[in-house]
RNA sequence: GCCGAGGUGAUGGAAUGGUAGACAUACAGGACUUAAAAUCCUGAGAGGGCCUAAAAAUCCUCAUGUGGGUUCGAGUCCCACCCUCGGUACCA
């Protein structure tokens, strides 16, 4: 062999001596200190793949670790096990999903012990086992005993060709994923889930978990929580604007802007457009008109209404609406940027404050009403609390100059030095804003005949000091764009003038960065791109609220029209049925009146038929079972139909972990007491892409059953990782079609699962998002490690430690044990290879040491360990070992090595004390000659930082 | 567009505000060998000065996307901008 070993033998003795000890099988009733360490149970593909191998090897390796360190650790294991695929196979080839899904249970297994994970098969959880989905099916009754699941109409995907509803995740870019065909949306009843009720507390949930802010603001994006009020906007025909024919309520977060609520705006779904198309069409002069749009609206697919961003519509001629607040008449639309789904499916436009009826505004010529005027105070020259303020109307003039494109500049001196800004200056009384524009160009600039190109359609407004006059100002500003031909010609400007400031001319892309109050930049903004001002400030053309802050005025202005507070949520009730037949069967039973009734527990599980037809008819498959029929007959009575949807298997997923605890147990779904001692989850490692769904559908599952007080807890997971991806060598997603997959199988079975172990754990950190491209030279490199540590292992003797050699374990112990804490086994790996580099140079090694790396090593590579632990003389197992201690003096270096550094740059290094003192350190920098030069230049002070740096600042 | 994360050698990546590039990979040179593989040793961010026949050591300058700032000291903190990746999208 010389200097390899066999890894295929050394793994089959590892794992069998494993087996034998039966090392992993974790006492849940005992009194050791519990750690719950958990990931993502896998669907059997049948096919274990190198995520599966990241996921389950570098979380094996910190289980294998606080093991040592004397925790009694949950390690579990188990099988998503219903879904599609299996069904897929019963359509294509006539398989028996059951048959098909155990048959790959089987092969996962013998592929998941090939990793050398430390699971405790003890507790084994298959959600698709009727032992396992009759739990699935008691919690869920228990939910609709209490009203949190609960059967209502609702819209699904429908695929025309295939004649089937398809899953969420079965529909591709609008199109099914079996035959591409356009997917339709049917309505049809359907069971859900309240989860929706549970919105704000999985909301404010979030707020105590440890867990990355990515995966926290990914799931408050989905909740989607918005507070504004509603508001009630009454609907007369045009002619006689007195009396009211209907009301609509919209939802709105900025009831603030109502007084420039200028038009309404309906979603093409909304109730009343329908009525008003059809049976109230009379009160509408272009009826026809209408309903051509909405069936233009219907036509669109999905895709296209979201593919295509133009904002079309069309008005309701003959019906206005009245605006609360000012009680004028304003104009109706239906338009389909509006959506049915959320709020109240109706919005009241505020074109000036909101880019979307901004730009809807602009398309169909309707008035923009500026009610909140934006308002910074000047941070340079903050207005101050003992002075009166004052409003003034001002301009400020960006003025181009044509010959060369570049930006007129002023920067201040006297009071306000250090401030750039545009052209800039008050209106006079009787002064329009672009007389007052081109009077201030002649006077600052010194420029005449400069024409006045644009203006800000909003105005802002600065609050600022003004020290000489002993007022706080209030500059309410036009903004303006003026142009002038060239600078030929161009007169002096006045020595009084020039005093104040200094023009200058900059590149068009420099003035952002160059203008320093807030307001110009955003003036400057606001002169280049149209948007409408999203902003807070003070009310105008508001009535009696004028001058008040938006925010300040906001309940009161919901009050002087008539609305109330509410809050809306994106988040939807979760919808379960999928009429699919390798899922859990909704355990619910019909009367003859067709009302819905759960099944008694003591008929749980209540089984999956096996006599049905997969073929896609468009009805859940179970459908076509007699047996089923008949079941529900016998025990129900005649006249009681069965439920034939499924549940989707997020739910078989929400709850996993809780029978995990007590995987066996026929008369609950699991232990009160070891639910006591081992929830919350200590460490829920998983894929970024369960960060939304799974992840908050557990939550809602765990705080639902704790309202129920079935569970202890109100959070599953109390701390959360996302790993990386790894991409094929090419740096791409691994796909078969482009041929860059990676087997593990085969890599395993050439290098040893050791290699792959620790070339995962060393790829990159596992706590971070990003991916990781593999690298084919990646696992050799792993192995040769491991075969420098055999050589070293074999030349170890019988010699007492060196002190160095126990330092450097010391160190490595303390190391390995925070880095695994933190998920960032690269670090590990990297200071396990310094530690060997360390130990080769030793003139001798001890076995005593040898043995003691070898259980630093031994999570990563856990087989050949085994071997080389018994080599060096130790007893048993090296994981039944506890981890190396040292002394803590070892961890304290004798002598240091210290930077010193002149004005911040280093110029050489000293060997001291780690606590040596100042004047030591000092004595010692002089004999480099840029210190002592620098001390011989006279003044100077010294920055020592102990055990870190030496500073000298001349 | 919005939200989030991130830009460090040829590559993966290290670095509580304190010697940037740990640890690897790839690369180059050398030793061993008939030869190769394996193994071991050495080198290496870029540029320059000095000394040289040539080199090494030594020394200096510049370097963590770009430009500013705070600090004795910035990859790390602050501001603006550019780019990449992830999530999300007409959410009122």
Redesign the pocket.
């Known amino acids: 062999m010389g ?1 390899t070993y066999n890894h295929r033998e050394v793994e089959a003795e590892a794992q069998a001596m494993w087996k034998e000890l039966n090392l992993y099988e974790t006492d849940l009733a005992s009194d050791a200190d519990p750690y719950y360490l958990l990931v993502e149970f896998p669907y059997p593909s049948g096919d274990l793949h190198i995520g599966h191998w990241y996921a389950f090897a570098l979380t094996d390796i910190y289980a294998r670790m606080l093991r040592a360190r004397g925790k009694n650790v949950l390690f579990p294991i188990g099988f998503d096990a219903f879904g599609l695929p299996a069904e897929n196979a019963a359509i294509k080839n006539g398989i028996d999903p059951k048959e098909w899904t155990y048959q790959n249970i089987e092969r996962m297994r013998v592929q998941l012990e090939s990793m050398g994970a430390s699971f405790d098969w003890s507790k084994e959880v298959i959600a698709c086992d009727p032992s396992y989905y009759q739990w699935t099916q008691w919690l869920f009754t228990k939910l609709f005993e209490h009203g949190l699941a609960e059967r209502r109409a609702a819209p699904v995907k429908w695929c025309p060709k295939d004649q089937t509803v398809l899953a969420n995740e079965q529909v591709i870019d609008g199109r099914c994923e079996r035959c591409g065909t356009e997917v339709e949306e049917r309505t049809l009843t359907q069971w859900f889930l309240k989860i929706t009720k549970y919105a704000d507390r999985l909301l404010s949930g979030l707020e105590r978990l440890p867990w990355r ?2 995966i926290k ?2 799931q408050r ?1 989905w909740i ?1 929580k ?1 507070e ?1 009020a509603r508001m009630r906007f009454d609907i007369s025909d045009a002619a006689s604007a007195s009396e009211a024919v209907h009301v609509v309520d919209v ?4 009831p603030d802007t109502i007084f420039g609520a200028t038009y309404l705006v309906l ?1 093409p779904e909304h109730s009343l457009v329908t009525q008003l198309a059809t049976e109230d069409a009379r009160r509408i002069e272009n009826a026809n008109e209408v309903r051509g749009y909405l069936e233009a609206t219907k036509r669109k697919t999905e895709r296209e ?2 593919e ?4 079309t519509g069309v008005e309701l001629k003959g019906v206005r609406a009245i605006n609360p607040a000012t009680n004028e008449p304003i104009p109706i639309y239906v338009a ?4 049915g789904s ?2 109240t ?1 109706a ?1 009241m436009a505020v074109p000036a404050h ?1 880019e ?1 009826d901004f730009e809807f505004a602009k398309k169909h010529g309707l008035a923009i009403r500026q009610v909140v005027v934006p308002c910074a105070d000047d941070v340079s020259n903050p207005p101050r609390p003992e002075f009166e303020e004052v409003k003034r109307d001002t301009v400020v003039v960006h003025l181009r100059d044509r010959s060369t494109g570049k930006f007129a500049i002023l920067d201040w001196h006297g009071p306000l030095e250090g401030i750039a800004t545009a052209i800039m200056g008050g209106i006079d009384a009787g002064e329009t804003p672009e007389e007052a524009a081109v009077r201030e160009i002649s006077e600052e600039a010194a420029l005449v005949g400069a024409h006045i190109t644009k203006r800000v359609p909003f105005i802002t407004a600065a609050r600022y000091c003004a020290s000489h006059k002993g007022e706080n100002r209030c500059a309410h500003t036009y903004a303006l764009l003026a142009e002038i031909d060239s600078l030929e010609g161009k007169g002096k400007i006045p020595d009084d003038e020039a005093k104040k400031h200094t023009l200058s001319w900059i590149e068009e892309h420099e003035m ?2 160059r203008l320093t109050p807030a307001h110009q930049k955003q003036m400057w903004q606001l002169l280049h791109e149209e948007i409408a001002l999203t902003g807070d400030g003070y009310l105008i053309n508001s009535g009696t609220f004028d001058g008040r802050d938006n925010r300040e005025a906001f309940s009161d202005i919901i009050e002087y029209a008539g609305g109330e507070r509410t809050t ?1 949520y ?1 988040l939807r009730d979760w919808l379960v049925s999928r009429q699919r037949y390798w899922g859990c069967p909704i355990p619910i039973v019909y009367d003859p009146e067709g009302k819905p009734h759960a099944i008694p527990a003591e008929h749980l599980p209540w089984l999956l038929p096996t006599d049905v037809d997969f073929k896609p008819t468009g009805k859940s498959p179970l459908a076509s079972s007699e047996e089923l029929r008949e079941r529900v007959t016998r025990i129900f009575g005649a006249g009681w139909t069965p439920e034939y949807d499924t549940l989707d298997t997020f739910v078989d997923s929400s709850w996993y972990f809780l029978r995990y605890l007590d995987p066996k147990d026929a008369n609950d779904f699991s232990d009160g007491r070891r639910m006591k001692r081992w929830l919350p989850v200590d460490r829920y490692s998983g894929g ?1 892409e369960h960060t ?1 769904m799974h992840l908050l559908y557990a939550r809602f599952f765990i705080k639902a059953l704790h309202d129920l007080a079935l569970v202890p807890v109100e959070e599953p997971f109390e701390e959360r990782f996302n790993r990386g991806l790894i991409m094929g060598p090419d740096g791409q997603k691994m796909s078969k079609s482009k041929g860059n997959v990676i087997n593990p199988d085969e890599v395993v079975e050439e290098y040893g699962a050791d290699a792959v172990r620790i070339y995962l754990a ?4 596992y706590n ?6 593999w ?1 084919l ?2 696992v050799p ?1 792993m192995r ?1 490690f491991i ?2 540590v055999i050589r070293q292992a074999a030349r170890a003797s019988d010699a007492a430690p060196t002190e160095g050699e126990e330092r450097g374990l010391a160190r490595a112990s303390v190391k390995i044990a925070e880095d695994g804490d933190r998920f ?1 086994l ?2 590990a ?2 200071t396990l ?2 530690l060997l ?1 360390e130990l ?1 140079r030793e003139q001798t090694l001890s076995k005593q040491s040898m043995r003691a790396y070898v259980q630093l090593l031994a999570p990563f590579a856990p087989h050949i360990t085994e071997r080389l632990w018994a080599s060096l003389g130790g007893e048993g197992s090296v994981h039944a070992n506890a981890w190396p201690r040292y002394a803590p003096e070892l961890l304290v270096d004798r002598v240091i ?1 210290l ?1 010193v ?1 002149v ?7 000293v060997t001291l004390a780690p606590d040596a003192t100042e004047e030591e350190a000092c004595a010692a920098a002089r004999a480099i000659p ?1 210190v002592a030069e620098a001390l011989a230049a006279g003044t100077h002070r010294t ?1 020592y ?1 102990p055990g ?2 030496l ?1 000298i ?1 001349v």
Request: net charge positive; glycine share 14%; charged share 30%.
């Open positions: 200097g802010e990515d603001d990914a994006a989607g918005s504004g939802f709105t977060t900025r979603a209404r979201s295509n961003k133009e904002k389909d940027y509006v959506l959320y709020g499916g919005v909101d979307r952002l960065g809306n994106r970024s939304t060393f790829i990159g950190p971070e998002p990003g991916s990781y491209p690298h030279d990646g490199s040769r075969e420098r960032k690269n670090t790996v990297a290879m310094a580099n080769e090595t930077a550094q004005n911040g740059k280093r110029r050489g290094e840029a920055v930082v870190r740096i500073n600042v």
